[in-house]
């Protein structure tokens, strides 16, 4: 799996010169790793993309309409069953104010950046990225 977390960290593949395997820097063959990596910033996508979905005012629908069809052809208003959709409610509401807070967050770097000469465009963009592309560029301008 190093060479898959070789790959993820950025680091290009080259082919070996028979055409079918790719190797890294350091002579590993790369080719079932390319299909994980891949596989793996593909799961990551679908992951934001829940989480995002999950702070929307739809989610809340849903899961109204959830919890109604869970006490009429559940178990009814059991204790259990209360505490498992408090829960979940929770967890919805809490993600809605992290969300809120995120995209406040972003919009003030944005106009700071905006309005400061010497910021990096680039940085403008960097919150449509994953998580671990985040925190790869951190690092970079930590580092600098």
Request: charge should be negative; glycine fraction near 6%.
């Amino acid at each position: 799996m190093q060479a898959a977390e070789a790959l993820d960290q950025g680091e290009e593949p080259r082919p070996s010169g028979n055409g079918s395997r790719v190797v890294d820097a350091r002579g590993t063959d790369q080719s079932s790793a390319t299909l994980i990596v891949m596989a793996l910033k593909e799961v990551r996508g679908w992951l934001t993309n829940i989480g995002v979905l999950a702070s929307r005012p739809a989610a809340f629908v849903v899961f109204l309409i959830y919890a109604a069809l869970w006490i009429v052809f559940g178990n009814g208003l059991e204790w259990h069953s209360l505490a498992i959709l408090a829960t979940w409610g929770m967890t919805l509401v809490i993600q809605r104010a992290e969300h809120r807070n995120t995209q406040a967050i972003h919009a003030k770097l944005d106009e700071l950046l905006k309005v400061h000469g010497d910021a990096k465009n680039s940085l403008m963009t960097i919150d449509d990225k994953d998580a671990e592309e985040v925190e790869r560029e951190r690092a970079r301008v930590r580092r600098s």
